[in-house]
């Protein structure tokens, strides 16, 4: 049964997709975040967070977000080269085994940065991209680069990023996973997570998009394109159950 203080922006419900992996995801302290306009907090018309569904996190401006972002239709609307950024520190307990998603729209297949992992040392980040007909997924240091080509035109896309000890994966929904092997030096521990940019830097306004942003997940402890373990394959059933029907 779903156990939430927060008014939930979907009908009612204790069964069916949203119910499993509500479920789920509070069962193993991830974080789900809708930016559904009854989880946002308002300050003179711009974003000031976006409340967790599943606990009491909160995703609040980035340092150089000052009032950029903005409430939109079903989601949050992130202004190419502006800093419309979010954050969530600690939003990733253990770098080495985590997964990451994304659920948004790019009329222009620009939305350029998505979401980051920013080792909290400042050693590396990973990070999702989206820009010239790819979405893309890479490390600061250079050490892994996937590629997945996407449709273009405005499309509702669900991205997921997912990293072990030796591999990383990018899932582009409807698709297979695309996977490669190796370490990624300098991101353990514990991790930042940012949704549309890469940090708080003021500068970087290239990696800067256009998109709305509807949901973010994070899966702390999980690799969902490993599917390891029972609970990671569940977790990825529930999220691949849940996409399909609120599509």
Request: proline share 5%; hydrophobic share 40%; net charge negative.
């Given at each position: 049964?779903?156990?939430?203080?927060?008014?939930?922006?979907?009908?009612?419900?204790?069964?069916?997709?949203?119910?499993?992996?509500?479920?789920?995801?509070?069962?193993?302290?991830?974080?789900?975040?809708?930016?559904?306009?009854?989880?946002?907090?308002?300050?003179?018309?711009?974003?000031?967070?976006?409340?967790?569904?599943?606990?009491?996190?909160?995703?609040?401006?980035?340092?150089?977000?000052?009032?950029?972002?903005?409430?939109?239709?079903?989601?949050?609307?992130?202004?190419?080269?502006?800093?419309?950024?979010?954050?969530?520190?600690?939003?990733?307990?253990?770098?080495?085994?985590?997964?990451?998603?994304?659920?948004?729209?790019?009329?222009?297949?620009?939305?350029?940065?998505?979401?980051?992992?920013?080792?909290?040392?400042?050693?590396?980040y990973a990070f999702?991209?989206?820009?010239?007909?790819?979405?893309?997924?890479?490390?600061?240091?250079?050490?892994?680069?996937?590629?997945?080509?996407?449709?273009?035109?405005?499309?509702?896309?669900?991205?997921?990023?997912?990293?072990?000890?030796?591999?990383?994966?990018?899932?582009?929904?409807?698709?297979?996973?695309?996977?490669?092997?190796?370490?990624?030096?300098?991101?353990?521990?514990?991790?930042?997570?940012?949704?549309?940019?890469?940090?708080?830097?003021?500068?970087?306004?290239?990696?800067?998009?256009?998109?709305?942003?509807?949901?973010?997940f994070a899966f702390?402890?999980?690799?969902?394109?490993?599917?390891?373990?029972?609970?990671?394959?569940?977790?990825?059933?529930?999220?691949?159950?849940?996409?399909?029907?609120?599509?």
């Amino acid at each position: 049964m779903i156990k939430t203080d927060a008014p939930l922006p979907w009908a009612a419900t204790t069964e069916g997709p949203l119910a499993a992996l509500f479920e789920l995801t509070q069962d193993i302290g991830g974080h789900w975040f809708s930016a559904d306009k009854t989880m946002l907090d308002l300050e003179d018309g711009a974003v000031g967070a976006i409340r967790g569904l599943t606990n009491d996190a909160k995703l609040t401006p980035v340092e150089p977000n000052e009032g950029n972002l903005k409430p939109g239709s079903g989601g949050v609307v992130f202004t190419e080269g502006l800093h419309c950024g979010l954050w969530l520190e600690g939003g990733i307990d253990r770098a080495e085994r985590f997964s990451i998603a994304v659920v948004y729209d790019s009329p222009d297949d620009a939305a350029k940065t998505l979401l980051t992992v920013n080792d909290q040392r400042g050693r590396n980040y990973a990070f999702i991209s989206e820009g010239e007909g790819m979405l893309r997924a890479k490390d600061d240091e250079n050490q892994f680069e996937i590629d997945v080509p996407i449709q273009a035109g405005p499309n509702k896309r669900a991205v997921i990023l997912s990293r072990t000890a030796g591999s990383v994966g990018l899932h582009v929904f409807g698709q297979k996973p695309k996977v490669v092997l190796g370490r990624v030096p300098g991101l353990r521990g514990p991790a930042d997570l940012f949704v549309g940019c890469r940090s708080h830097r003021g500068g970087l306004l290239k990696t800067l998009g256009a998109s709305v942003v509807h949901e973010v997940f994070a899966f702390p402890g999980l690799a969902l394109h490993e599917g390891a373990t029972d609970i990671e394959r569940k977790a990825s059933f529930a999220l691949d159950r849940y996409i399909q029907w609120s599509a």
